[in-house]
């Protein structure tokens, strides 16, 4: 029962929180009719339009939101003139109400609008209630309340409470404002976020489909030379059907594992790749007929960090990946030379050989090695060389170690 008595005034709270001019018109109404009554109750008994003058002083406050100079005139006005009239003979309260006017002014205008016009009123009524007779000179050791000093003190009080709520209610603007731009800019970077990864996933995917698929495709060209042409030679066609079971092994684990980085709780199937395993990527270009020369100058105490590693195995991968497909069974020489500040991978293939007959590419191969490199501030140099062969230069950098000047890319694959 306690707690749906705590309850309720919170559920009233929020229902009159969305109802400003409601809110205004209940408790304006009831400072009316109090003030009204204070005044009421006097001896002689006062005339009514006195009474209502008097209660009309708050009801301008109904309008404190949206014009509060317009209101803090009128209530000085309408006290001037219920001052200047003297409809009660009786001591009344002084302008104790426009303190209420001046607090709204100076909450809901700038301070170089309201202070000046907490001094009018301020000056108004002191002017009118000496002129009046209302309020006496001071007496030594008198307490009296109704005096210029203390409705001086008053008036600014209520000035710097409004300003001092002025201020509090623009923080929390701010801060709204604030929060919002930092809820939309999270929200950016969360699609960001996404879009990149999957852009990083589609190049890996990419990366070991086209890699093993066209190692595949060349020792199937080749197991049906062998099965078509000249006498039948079951080694050579077992042997070529045995590396390309085993390069779809390769392939569809090196695909679980970045399949398994989309699902939670799933561990990679194979290591993750790194400079120590390029020699798996020299089998696979070795069992294509490539003759692969690789050799890596990486020191061993401040060895690339894990992500240098794997990029650049990447580019290895598809550097001998558009080795397979456009020039065939070559000889390449492959060079990784660097330190934990700066990667530089090389790959160089002799020309195709005469008749050879290269695969279709879409060049999105080279736009994937390319973004590689630019996630390490570094560049990719790719080209023909002058004896027909190709080229591939890529750097790559740590962060803080600076990036490296861009070169012109001289072709595309």
């Not at 692969?292 to 580019?315: F, N």
């Amino acid at each position: 029962m306690s707690a749906q008595l705590n309850a309720l005034p919170r559920a009233v709270r929020h229902r009159l929180a969305g109802r400003p001019r409601l809110t205004d018109a209940m408790w304006v109404g009831g400072l009316t009719l109090l003030d009204a009554l204070t005044v009421a109750d006097r001896t002689p008994q006062p005339p009514a339009w006195g009474v209502a003058l008097w209660g009309a002083q708050t009801v301008p406050l109904l309008c404190r939101r949206t014009r509060p100079r317009a209101v803090l005139l009128a209530m000085t006005g309408l006290y001037v003139l219920f001052q200047a009239l003297g409809p009660i003979p009786a001591k009344v309260p002084g302008p104790f109400l426009l303190m209420l006017g001046v607090y709204a002014v100076a909450r809901y205008t700038p301070a170089t609008a309201s202070a000046p016009l907490a001094l009018f009123t301020l000056a108004s009524a002191a002017v009118t209630d000496a002129l009046t007779g209302h309020w006496e000179p001071p007496r030594l050791g008198s307490l009296e309340p109704i005096s210029l000093t203390t409705f001086a003190f008053f008036f600014a009080l209520a000035w710097l409470l409004g300003h001092g709520r002025q201020r509090i209610d623009a923080d929390a603007a701010r801060l709204r404002e604030l929060n919002r731009r930092l809820e939309a800019e999270r929200e950016l970077n969360e699609r960001q976020a996404v879009l990149t990864e999957r852009a990083r996933i589609a190049r890996d995917l990419h990366d070991v489909v086209a890699h093993h698929v066209s190692a595949i495709a060349l020792q199937a060209r080749a197991a049906e030379d062998v099965l078509t042409s000249g006498p039948f030679q079951p080694e050579e066609a077992a042997q070529g059907v045995g590396v390309i079971a085993r390069t779809a092994d390769t392939a569809l684990a090196e695909m679980r594992r970045l399949l398994g980085l989309l699902s939670f709780g799933e561990r990679d199937l194979v290591p993750e790749p790194s400079l120590g395993r390029l020699d798996r990527l020299v089998r696979v270009a070795a069992s294509a007929g490539c003759r692969v020369a690789c050799a890596v100058e990486v020191d061993g105490g401040s060895a690339p960090a894990a992500g240098m590693q794997v990029s650049a195995y990447r580019i290895v991968q598809e550097a001998l990946t558009n080795v397979v497909k456009h020039a065939g069974p070559v000889a390449v020489r492959i060079a990784v030379r660097g330190d934990e500040a700066r990667l530089t991978v090389q790959v160089e293939n002799d020309p195709p050989a005469p008749g050879h007959r290269p695969v279709p590419g879409t060049g999105r191969g080279l736009v994937g090695m390319r973004e590689r490199a630019a996630a390490y501030d570094g560049v990719l140099d790719a080209g023909p060389r002058p004896d027909g062969g190709w080229r591939l230069r890529a750097v790559l950098c740590a962060r803080g170690a600076g990036p490296v000047r861009r070169p012109a890319v001289r072709g595309e694959r």
